[in-house]
């Protein structure tokens, strides 16, 4: 009797863990998608199949769920990232990345792409939890990009990393802003053009 009160315990734990982790996935698409003032709880629980009265059952409150959800939504932006490094030739794998964040692919894919492109002009009236959250993520964006420099720990790599890391972003912001096809290409091409020769 108690190895089985001790088994449904542990499982129902391991649901909430998934029905939390479900939430979490969902708002990170959803703040993506619509920033973070266009995201409602309802919605976000609606997406993650799920009534909107479960909600506090997992989170304190929004700023909560948006905190774990920019953590959420960075990490994934770091993970594609470092996984281009990787699967690529060591002097390759800084050109790579950048041609992977600066393709059309990624120019469309809003909710799934890089957190900081998507919600970055949004991030200075967030709560101090989101702050942090996405502050940790581009910290190692900009650590990963360093490290795929031949002078890897030396001051200049660090400040090349964060030229490239803001000229990134800020390409990818100005191409997604404008409604002319030719001018979104010409920034993304222009980025590029001057970025990935200068990386080896």
């Known amino acids: ?12 734990t391991r649901s909430k863990e998934a029905t939390h982790d479900r939430i979490v996935d969902a708002a990170a698409r959803a703040i993506r ?28 409150s929004r700023e909560a769920m ?3 959800a920019a953590d959420r939504a960075g990490s994934e932006s770091v993970a594609m990232m470092e996984h281009i490094a990787a699967s690529s030739p060591p002097q390759q794998a800084l050109p790579a990345m950048m ?14 792409g890089c957190a900081t492109a998507a919600l970055g002009s949004e991030m200075p009236r967030q709560a101090p939890g989101v702050r942090r959250a996405a502050t940790r993520r581009i910290k190692e964006m900009i650590d990963l990009v360093a490290r795929q420099s031949p ?4 001051p200049r790599a660090h400040e090349r990393a964060l030229f490239t890391v803001a000229t990134m972003v800020g390409a990818l912001v100005l191409a997604r802003a404008v409604d002319e096809p030719r001018l979104s ?13 200068t990386q080896g």
């Open 151 to 154: 002078d890897w720990g030396q």
């Open 1 to 12: 009797m108690q190895y089985d009160a001790h088994h449904m315990k542990r499982a129902a």
């Open 185 to 197: 290409d010409g920034l993304r091409k222009a980025a590029l053009k001057h970025l990935a020769p």
């Open 66 to 68: 948006l905190a774990e």
């Open 33 to 60: 998608r619509s920033g973070y003032n266009g995201t409602g709880v309802a919605d976000i629980m609606k997406d993650a199949g799920l009534t909107h009265g479960g909600f506090y059952a997992h989170f304190p």
């Open 99 to 112: 041609r992977a964040y600066l393709s059309n692919e990624h120019l469309e894919g809003i909710e799934s």
